[in-house]
């Protein structure tokens, strides 16, 4: 699949945990099958099977990452399967070894931590006039993450950037998490994003002109996977 132009989606649900040991060890669902969600998107049934299979034939550990933060892994996941409700994970956390882990952990177990969220991108979709139902086919899993709030429409990538397309400006958080899929580290994110979008605002631009000033560089400007 070419990602070049292809625009990473994020997709979050309860965690819903079968099981958590005080090891560390957690099992829930990444994704679940027939559920609309607000953006009436459902993914069905072997949405997962083909990137699962990728992953097995590459034999590589898939990191349990923290709220999206490609750099800061915290466990691996040591299975990844569907069933008949959606797409399960196995996860175990670094506990004693990453103190990141060790907080998660510690979350988890008091309620606090209550989310998965998948980082994917979309190979094949069908779309139904009638319904004005997305269903999503085949799916590209990148990542899966623990996250604090589930469902948060505000957070996800994808819903940031539709903003930009109606001419709202984003928060310096939403831009640094453009950024972030632009390819950029964590500083350098939050440098751009403090000392650009702050600049902009300072101006006096407005909205609507702001908003499309960041939507033409950013499609503009793609570092290469």
Known sequence: MNRKNASLKIRDFDLS??????????VGYGSVFGVMDSYRE???PGAFAESIAEINRKGRPVPVLWQHRSGEPIGVYDALREDGTGLQVEGRLAIGKVSRADEAHALMQMGAVSGLSIGYYVREDSFDEKTRVRSLKTLDLVEVSLVTFPANDEARVDTIKSKLAHGTLPTLR???MLLREQGFSKNQAAMIAIRGLKTLLGRGDSDDDGAKSIAAALAAFKISP
């Open 17 to 26: 945990v079968k099981s958590e040991g005080a090891s560390g060890e957690f």
């Open 42 to 44: 459902i993914v069905e």
């Open 174 to 176: 939403e831009f640094e």
